[in-house]
């Protein structure tokens, strides 16, 4: 099981032969708040990144991206910005950051922040002039509506719409002093930005271009394709009593590839560095994704589509459904397939929103070590820009919530609150928190086995996992085959063979149940990469020309003839050199 060394270490990094960089590029997603906190006040910081970007030089990433640190109420964890061009106190100073950019930068790494621009905090000043009168030049900065003609003002069912919230609830308030209602897709903290207003654009695009003046290398764009809305804000068709569903009203609304076109000419155009734009795009279907990520129309390098991440969903994400390998196969190689020839595909399972993907689609307590492992080399060695959320390099868990407190994201709460109120028995809504709640991705990193993992000296904001005993970085640095080492491994294949980063993608094996099988093919080297995503044994049969190939990666030990069976959550990588 050695051989992966001897491939990966003997080919020298082999750059993009185009600007796009990026193609083999692995990034990293850090969670501030809880990511290492330097001085106790139980917030990860500034600081504490800069203290451990060690960790992320060992484990090999080139890229990593910042969720928001601007000044902020904090209401949905910085997600709602009421400063652009501030750092929030709780995360550090402007000083702070840029000492960050700055380490980052020497260690030969880029640093790409989250651009939340759909929507600004409620405590904005935007929002603030906007809200403070009718005839406010900003009130056109916003959505305002009045109340639904024929009813009371203010009191339900009056919304200019019917649309319900991300975060429960309706997606309008009432707004008192001004007697209007304003749109927010999500917190009603988070009021939404109007995007037809060409002064809310300028105003965006400045500030991107004065993130990219102090160095950054680009941007992750929050819910970007909810910027361009019909205008006309048409009732939803109805999910259930009370609200409709806004989605085809507010997602990849009419205006949204002229404004991602503009965006890329007023911010990017002119500019010679080597940048990273990823739009964040729920609801996005691969053909939408191929328009906005052909490079030819010059809008986003990549997306974060949500197809994979939504076969678990029933009715809503709450109402969780098994996990179905065969589903996760169909859905990620439909993707690979369809966006091969023009467009590019960001590869991830998890991120601040998803429950972690060991206790999701592995197994987090027979095969936890085997299971995080396959996982991440079915994933990696696709075609695409993989993204590690802080924390999936050492196989971290869902946290065994047992009650509502243990929970602070607002999303959980709400939901909570809302589905015990219409009558739902609250220990079942519990349970389907203790597996959905973005806060499974939220806890503190797990750096050691010492009283707060490692995290903080003070109190954690959100409670450590009681396995960081078990599952912590320090343990995993020195143990070859750690699944932080295995991470490792599947990075530098990336960097070092061109047909991790450039090969085609074939898909095998498409009715088997569990094994995800396929192969990529670039120049005369061909990958196969077998995987079960299963804690059974399974049967495959592959074609007779990879009988000669290398086992260049694999998580068992012991040989096996794995063209033949595979066992419970084993992957292999075969590789083989063709000649012309
Ligand atoms: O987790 C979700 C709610 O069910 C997702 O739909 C999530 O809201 C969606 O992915 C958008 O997420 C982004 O924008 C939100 C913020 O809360 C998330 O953290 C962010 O990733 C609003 O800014
Ligand atoms: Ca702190």
């Known amino acids: 099981m050695s051989s992966i060394e001897s491939v990966a270490e003997a080919t020298a990094f082999h750059p993009a ?4 960089w990026w193609k083999s590029a692995v990034v990293y997603q850090i969670y501030p708040r809880s990511f290492a906190d330097s001085n106790g006040d139980g917030i990860g910081d500034l600081k504490g990144i800069t203290a451990r970007l060690d960790h992320l030089q060992l484990l090999g990433v080139d890229v990593i991206w910042l969720s928001p640190i601007y000044q902020s109420p904090q209401a949905d964890n910085g997600y709602d910005i009421s400063d652009y061009r501030a750092i929030d106190p ?12 700055s380490a980052v930068h020497d260690r030969g790494m880029k640093l790409v922040m989250d651009l939340v621009v759909n929507h600004t905090s409620d405590e904005h000043p935007w929002f603030k002039e906007s809200r403070s009168s009718k005839d406010n030049p900003k009130r056109d900065w916003y959505w305002w509506r009045p109340a639904r003609n024929g009813t009371t003002p203010g009191q339900p069912g009056s919304e200019p719409t019917n649309w319900q919230s991300f975060f429960s609830g309706p997606t309008w308030s009432w707004d008192e002093t001004s007697q209007e209602y304003y749109l927010h897709l999500f917190d009603r903290k988070q009021p939404d930005l109007n995007w037809e207003n060409p002064e809310v654009r300028r105003a965006v695009y400045d500030m991107m271009s004065w993130w990219l003046d102090r160095g950054v290398d680009g941007f992750r764009m929050d819910v970007i394709n909810f910027i361009s809305k019909d205008v006309a804000l048409p009732d939803g068709k109805k999910n259930g009593d009370t609200y409709g569903d806004g989605f085809p009203y507010f997602a990849s609304g009419p205006r949204i590839h002229e404004f991602l076109q503009e965006m890329h000419q007023e911010v990017f155009d002119g500019r010679t560095g080597e940048y990273l734009t990823v739009g964040e795009m729920p609801g996005v279907t691969w053909q939408d ?8 129309r010059r809008e986003v390098d990549m997306v974060f589509q949500f197809e994979h991440v939504s076969l ?12 179905d390998a065969k589903k996760l196969k169909a859905s990620l190689s439909q993707w690979q397939t369809q966006l091969g020839q023009r467009g590019w595909n960001s590869l991830y399972l998890n991120n601040h929103d998803q429950p972690r993907a060991v206790s999701r689609f592995g197994d987090d307590l027979d095969h936890w070590e085997r299971s995080a492992k396959a996982l991440a080399t079915m994933l990696h060695l696709q075609r695409g820009t993989p993204y590690i959320y802080q924390g999936e390099e050492l196989g971290m868990t869902n946290y065994p919530f047992t009650s509502i407190d243990q929970f602070r994201d607002l999303e959980s709460i709400n939901h909570y609150r809302e589905a015990c109120q219409n009558g739902a028995d609250p220990s079942a809504v519990l349970a389907s928190l203790r597996s959905m709640s973005r806060d499974n991705a939220r806890t503190p990193m797990q750096w050691d086995a010492t009283a707060n993992a490692g995290f903080t000296t003070g109190t954690p904001w959100l409670a450590v996992n009681p396995n960081h005993g078990r599952v912590n970085a320090e343990r995993q640095y020195s143990d070859a085959d750690s699944v932080f080492n295995y991470f490792q491994k599947l990075i530098r294949v990336r ?27 670039y120049q005369n080297d061909q990958l ?17 020309e990879w009988k000669d190939a290398t086992l260049i990666l694999g998580n068992y030990q012991e040989a ?21």
């Open 90 to 101: 709780a995360f550090g100073t402007m000083e702070d950051f840029e000492e960050l950019l």
């Open 17 to 20: 032969s185009t600007s796009s």
């Open 528 to 544: 196969l990469v077998l995987s079960n995503l299963s804690g059974q044994n399974q049967q495959v049969v592959v074609g007779t």
């Open 312 to 323: 678990d969903h029933g009715t809503n994400k709450f109402d969780v459904q098994p996990f």
């Open 495 to 521: 960097h070092s063979l061109p047909v991790v980063a450039y090969g085609d993608f074939t898909p095998l094996l498409e009715d088997h149940s569990h094994v995800y099988a396929y192969t990529r093919a």
């Open 289 to 296: 994704a191929i328009l906005f990520t052909d490079p030819a």
């Open 560 to 580: 096996s003839n794995a063209t033949k069976e595979l066992r419970p959550w084993e992957t292999r990588v075969y590789s083989l050199e063709t000649s012309l």
